[in-house]
């Protein structure tokens, strides 16, 4: 079945660090690749998407390259701000009904 | 533009008793709808999903139940809470049935079941 696997957190940066979190994805078929982050007490919020191989998603400095040939989707940031500290979700989605399935979550605090 | 709305935000409620949260969705027609929940340092985990007035599908054998009256309006039930019902739930939207679409969360309700 299909399936997503985060790095586990939390993560602890200083400001101006690289940031790497791990997601890989087990699916079959031709799934999309996500990433949502969540700030503290609200809901989720689009980060960015890939929906084929080799796709690179990028959003406010975050990148994320959908590599088929190892299932994986990591999430990078070159220099991570105060203002990152939040929870990062991967997910997959696929077709039925425009279902999503989530990673377990990465929190990541980001200290000044 | 598209909003969803979820109520309340924040909820304590007595073991036993019933529930009902309401979501509503605003600028988009016959969207997928979603429920969500998130306990405590962990995941989402799907309970349903619709995709149309009266069609409910159910992800997972629960106390909860889910029906679509409108067809922007989600409303998620039970008749008689559990402990184990607390965590923070998360109404969702999409459109069409592809693997490309994007969902739109709420703000969330966070229940507390004592």
């Known amino acids: 079945g299909n399936s997503v696997t985060q790095m586990e957190g939390p993560v602890t940066l200083s400001e101006e660090a690289f940031l790497t979190i791990n997601c890989t994805y087990t699916?079959?078929?031709?799934?999309?690749l996500f990433w949502y982050v969540q700030y503290p007490g609200e809901g989720l919020q689009l980060l960015l998407k890939a929906t084929k191989a080799d796709d690179k998603g990028s959003n406010k400095g975050f990148e994320a390259t959908y590599r088929k040939e190892t299932t994986s989707f990591h999430l990078e940031k070159g220099s991570v701000q105060v203002s990152d500290s939040a929870v990062y979700f991967c997910?997959?989605?696929?077709?039925?009904?425009?279902?999503?399935?989530f990673g377990q979550g990465t929190e990541l605090s980001v200290k000044p | 533009s598209q909003t969803i709305h979820q109520w309340p935000a924040t909820l304590v409620q007595p073991v036993g008793s019933p529930l009902s949260l309401e979501c509503t969705v605003e600028?988009?027609?016959?969207?997928?709808l979603y429920w969500y929940r998130q306990a405590a340092g962990r995941g989402l985990q799907l309970l349903f999903y619709?995709?149309?007035?009266?069609?409910i599908s159910s992800e997972v054998p629960q106390n909860l139940s889910a029906s679509r009256p409108q067809d922007r309006q989600f409303i998620l039930s039970s008749k008689k809470l559990l402990l184990s019902d607390s965590g923070f739930y998360l109404c969702?939207?999409?459109?069409?049935?592809?693997?490309?679409?994007?969902?739109?969360f709420g703000a969330g309700t966070r229940l507390s079941v004592l």
């Open positions: 997910a997959l989605g696929y077709n039925q009904g425009g279902k999503l399935i």
């Open positions: 619709s995709v149309g007035i009266g069609q």
């Open positions: 600028g988009t027609s016959n969207p997928n």
């Open positions: 699916a079959t078929g031709y799934p999309s």
């Open positions: 969702a939207w999409s459109v069409g049935g592809g693997a490309k679409n994007i969902q739109y």
